[in-house]
């Protein structure tokens, strides 16, 4: 993270364990996605005072903004929850693989040899992704145990991935025959923005790497909370497949923020 801790408040009134503190309340939103002040709160072992205080100042900083939760199903009486989500400011904080420089590459690379050339491109970048990753998911017999290895390596990246089993929502039973892997950080969001080709290889070389159809259904790059991916439980013996049945309730809900805040 670029400095987010010397960023988030004057350092002349604060400790730097108030600005620590800050630091580690910005970095959970970015891993967790939106989250209420109570979730962050009770992860960091805060008050609900300390935590205000510290959302405030985030908020203040435009590091963070908040949003109503989205609700599905029947919902009770009361206000819709309020959950923080990081700004385009604040996800600019951390550090970043790419900057401006890939950016006028890729446009040059567009301009001058194509569209397809920007995708060969992606798809030999993550060539190397898929070699380094490939031995730590060969050690796993069953896909639950693929998809954690493939988020831990991820993880190792700066991705922030977590997995677990897919949701069931509504009539669409998929939860017990998929799993879900969420990314919560994308060191490349805002070159992956101008060229959804690098999001593209990348899907298909997780669809390689687990040897079974994948189907990416959210992400930052596009200005969802979370880069969310649908790994379907049954292999179709076509590795890398995006043949995954995925409701519209499933699409909605991976789009305001994921699936495992």
């Known amino acids: 993270m670029k400095n987010v801790r010397a960023a988030v408040g004057p350092a002349v009134t604060e400790s730097g364990a108030e600005r620590g503190t800050r630091g580690q309340v910005a970095r959970l939103i970015l891993e967790l996605g939106p989250s209420t002040a109570a979730t962050i709160g009770g ?3 805060l008050t609900p005072a300390a935590i205000r205080r510290h959302l405030d100042t985030l908020i203040s900083e435009g590091l963070i903004e908040t949003r109503m939760a989205r609700s599905y199903g029947n919902r009770g009486r009361g206000r819709p929850a309020k959950v923080f989500i990081v700004t385009d400011a604040g996800r600019s904080a951390f550090e970043h693989a790419y900057d401006d420089l890939a950016a006028n590459a890729l446009r040059f690379l567009a301009e001058t040899a194509g569209q397809e050339a920007v995708a060969e491109f ?4 993550v060539s190397d992704l898929e070699s380094r990753y490939a031995p730590a998911l060969r050690r796993s017999d069953d896909l639950p145990g693929r998809v954690q290895a493939l988020a831990q390596a991820l993880s190792a990246d700066g991705y922030a991935a977590s997995a677990g089993p897919a949701p069931s ?4 039973q998929i939860g017990a025959n998929g799993e879900q892997l969420c990314q919560h950080h994308c060191p490349v ?3 992956a923005a101008e060229f959804p080709q690098l999001c593209e290889a990348e899907t298909e070389a997780f669809g390689r790497l687990l040897g079974t159809p994948v189907q990416r259904l959210a992400t930052i790059a596009h200005g969802d909370g979370i880069c969310t991916t649908h790994v379907t439980g049954v292999s179709s013996g076509k590795p890398g497949a995006s043949g995954a049945v995925v409701t519209d309730d499933i699409k909605e809900n991976a789009e305001s923020g994921g699936l495992f805040t």
């Open 189 to 191: 969001a805002h070159v």
């Open 122 to 125: 992606a798809r030999r970048q």
């Open 43 to 45: 992860r960091l072992g």
């Open 169 to 172: 929502i509504g009539s669409a």
